[in-house]
């Protein structure tokens, strides 16, 4: 089992910035790949990054390149989504999620182990 524990989210303008935490504990190395996800009320969540534990390859929805930078701290067991000029439709719940997964930017349901979600709101 893993335990991930999110945190950084909150309300903050159009353009300005917010940087998400994963904390992660248990079975780590069960997985290989961390993932970042957002899930807008009444959809699917939507991958963001997927950031590879066991090699460093970062990948990036479309969306979010360029704007989003996912990085980690081993000696933390943290990953981290560092958001910048954000913008109102960037408004979700946001989680972070482990797995198993081989190459590339990883869908939801290729990830066993799931935070609770931190919240962001952006506004105009």
């Known amino acids: 089992q893993v335990h991930l524990v999110e945190s950084g989210g909150g309300s903050v303008q159009a353009g300005g910035s917010l940087r998400l935490s994963c904390v992660a504990s248990?079975?780590?190395?069960?997985?290989?790949?961390v993932g970042w996800f957002r899930q807008y009320p009444g959809k699917r969540r939507e991958s963001l990054a997927t950031l590879y534990t066991d090699g460093g390859a970062i990948y990036y929805a479309d969306s979010v390149k360029g704007r989003f930078t996912a990085s980690e701290d081993h000696a933390k067991n943290t990953v981290y989504l560092e958001m910048s000029n954000l913008k109102p439709e960037d408004t979700a719940m946001y989680y972070c999620?482990?797995?198993?997964?081989?190459?590339?930017?990883?869908?939801?349901?290729?990830?066993?182990?799931w935070g609770q979600g931190t919240q962001v709101t952006v506004s105009s």
């Open positions: 248990g079975d780590t190395d069960s997985t290989n790949c």
């Open positions: 999620a482990a797995g198993f997964y081989a190459y590339g930017l990883g869908s939801p349901e290729a990830f066993d182990y």
